[in-house]
């Protein structure tokens, strides 16, 4: 059973334009959200966490959004670039120390110049 | 070198085969993890070791064994390897208790 899921494999967008990436999950235990970026040949970049006692975290360009009630999260770019387009990962984690991490599949981020 | 090195980058081995993989980080964390990623899967928990000691064994065959001889270096000890284990094989480290992890480049592996 997947705990965390990106619904969507794939989203193009075109340059400029705000890129909307979306993760479901559902162990309500979960208190600690991050995404990471991968290109290919590479291993995952840590991009972006929020803490379930936020609903929202910003970083330049990059805003994590948490909607705890949904058991939902999104990453917002924008303004979405071509060098954004790897595969984003979403991940979940419970309880500080835990030490695990639950992935979703990744979604294939496409920016068009 | 910084951030987390793994190498070999890529490895084909045959099913007797032994061989090992190494990661090293250069963040002076005490937490180290290997993970494997198959083919449209999600990436999966191997082994945590934390300050040196193994934590976790996320229901792995025995035919991986990690090594963990300091907080800096982590080695998968890899034999009678079977074609389905064929993955990118990952590494990560961070601060103990910490919950961000820091990924290295990782070793892509095909078993023949």
């Known amino acids: 059973d997947q705990q965390v899921k990106q619904n969507s494999p794939s989203l193009s967008v075109q340059e400029g334009r705000i890129s909307i990436l979306n993760c479901d999950y559902t162990?309500?235990?979960?208190?600690?959200f991050l995404w990471y970026k991968k290109y290919p040949a590479e291993g995952p970049t840590f991009l972006i966490s929020?803490?379930?006692?936020?609903d929202k975290n910003e970083d330049g360009r990059f805003t994590v959004f948490l909607n705890k009630s949904a058991k939902h999260l999104s990453l917002h770019i924008v303004p979405s670039q071509p060098g954004d387009s790897a595969v984003y990962f979403c991940?979940?984690?419970?309880?500080?120390?835990?030490?695990?991490?639950?992935f979703g599949k990744g979604t294939l981020l496409t920016v068009n110049p | 070198e910084t951030g987390v090195t793994q190498t070999p980058r890529h490895l084909v081995m045959g099913m007797t085969n032994k061989k090992s993989l190494k990661c090293e980080q250069h963040?002076?964390?005490?937490?180290m993890y290997w993970y494997k990623q198959s083919a449209k899967k999600p990436l999966e928990l191997m082994f945590v070791?934390?300050?040196?000691?193994?934590?976790e064994n996320n229901s792995v065959p025995s035919r991986f064994s990690p090594e963990c001889p300091n907080s800096s270096h982590l080695f998968l000890h890899l034999h009678t390897l079977q074609p389905e284990d064929s993955a990118l094989y990952l590494c990560?480290?961070?601060?103990?208790?910490?919950?961000?992890?820091?990924f290295g480049p990782g070793t892509r592996l095909l078993v023949l």
């Open positions: 990560a480290s961070s601060q103990e208790g910490g919950q961000t992890q820091y």
């Open positions: 162990n309500s235990m979960f208190d600690y």
């Open positions: 929020i803490s379930s006692i936020k």
């Open positions: 991940a979940a984690s419970a309880l500080k120390g835990n030490y695990k991490l639950t």
């Open positions: 963040l002076g964390h005490n937490a």
């Open positions: 070791y934390s300050l040196e000691e193994r934590v």
